[in-house]
């Protein structure tokens, strides 16, 4: 089963820019179709962005035009780009990889959208 570490959360100003990283370790990461996942306090955890690995993407409505997932197969990491961050972007961001009937969770990163 493969194990999932994200990074590059932190505090940034309505309107910025942040890049989240998912590094997985323990599987053949190519195999699995990836996402990014999100849940703000109080709510439920919802699917922000996912990628197949075969390099579909697919989009929230909400971060359509301005988030962008992609995948490096080589460095077995997924990424996140995220720009013109909203208040309502605030939320744990989860990375999340599945194969087959299995699905792994990283630990999640905190990203925070405030003046």
């Known amino acids: 089963q493969v194990q999932l570490v994200e990074s590059g959360g932190g505090l940034v100003q309505p309107g910025g820019s942040l890049r989240l990283s998912c590094a997985a370790s323990?599987?053949?990461?190519?195999?699995?179709?990836m996402a990014w996942y999100r849940q703000a306090p109080g709510k439920q955890r919802d699917l922000v962005a996912s990628?197949?690995?075969?390099?579909?993407?697919n989009y929230a409505d909400s971060v359509k035009g301005r988030f962008t997932i992609s995948r490096d197969n080589a460095k077995n990491t997924l990424y996140l780009q995220m720009n013109s961050l909203r208040s309502e972007d605030t939320a744990v961001y989860y990375c999340?990889?599945?194969?087959?009937?299995?699905?792994?969770w990283g630990e999640g990163t905190q990203v925070t959208v405030s003046s």
């Open positions: 323990g599987s053949i990461f190519s195999f699995y179709n």
């Open positions: 999340n990889a599945v194969l087959d009937y299995i699905t792994s």
């Open positions: 990628i197949t690995r075969g390099g579909s993407t």
